[in-house]
């Protein structure tokens, strides 16, 4: 099945600084890749996604980038706010005939430092 | 519109008691998914459903399962618990669930201890 690697664990980073976060997945026939933030004691809020024939999306502050060669895909996070404080958790889903769970990253907790 | 409502946010239960959650999706949509959150595992796919059928089961033992009714409200049941089982369950909703072409949104969990 797929599994989904994503890097760092925790990033802190200056409030107005960029910030990164990178995942690596195994399945070539994934085909959508989401990206989910998450408050605490709330569910996974979905952010932003890209779907596979796309190489980049972007959506105010926030992009994704996705390179299909090497399987991974990054969540960039400009002009960072304290209200980005929160887990971050990147998914791929694999579409073999009816839906197939989305598998998820084990999360990144990004600390924004005032 | 509303979001995805989960019902209970909190359940306290014992070891070999079962316990059944509830979700009810977004209106319209029609695909209800379940995912146990755990620290250690992190986020795990359990089962989806469509129009009251299981199309999809991630790797969790029989003693989870789950059923959907004719109006996309779904309910998850766990028996025999183990301690094992203390998560945090989420239930996610789409309008069909079609890997690639869909969104899914979260409810905000039910909290589940067993002690």
């Known amino acids: 099945g797929e599994n989904v690697e994503q890097h760092p664990s925790t990033l802190s980073v200056q409030e107005g600084d960029s910030a990164v976060i990178k995942c690596t997945y195994s399945?070539?026939?994934?085909?959508?890749f989401p990206w989910y933030k998450q408050e605490l004691g709330k569910g996974p809020q979905l952010i932003i996604d890209i779907r596979s024939n796309v190489g980049e999306k972007k959506d105010q502050r926030i992009a994704v980038t996705l390179n299909k060669t090497a399987k991974h895909f990054s969540l960039h996070i400009t002009e960072t706010q304290p209200e980005d404080s929160a887990v971050y958790f990147c998914a791929a889903l694999t579409s073999r005939g009816g839906a197939d769970g989305l598998t998820f990253g084990k999360g990144t907790h990004l600390i924004i430092q005032p | 519109k509303a979001g995805v409502t989960q019902t209970p946010r909190y359940l306290i239960k014992t070891r070999g008691q079962q316990v059944t959650l509830s979700c009810s999706p977004i209106s319209g949509h029609r695909s209800v998914s379940w995912y146990q959150q755990t620290p250690g595992q992190g986020l795990q796919f359990l089962f989806e459903y469509f129009s009251e059928t299981q199309r999809n089961k991630g790797n969790f033992p029989g003693r989870f399962s789950g059923r959907q009714f004719s109006n996309s409200r779904s309910e998850m049941n766990v028996s025999t618990l183990e301690l094992g089982d203390s998560a945090l369950y989420l239930c996610?909703?789409?309008?069909?669930?079609?890997?690639?072409?869909?969104?899914?949104?979260f409810g905000p969990g039910t909290r589940l201890t067993v002690l």
């Open positions: 399945d070539s026939a994934s085909n959508y």
């Open positions: 996610a909703s789409s309008r069909t669930g079609t890997g690639g072409t869909d969104t899914q949104y």
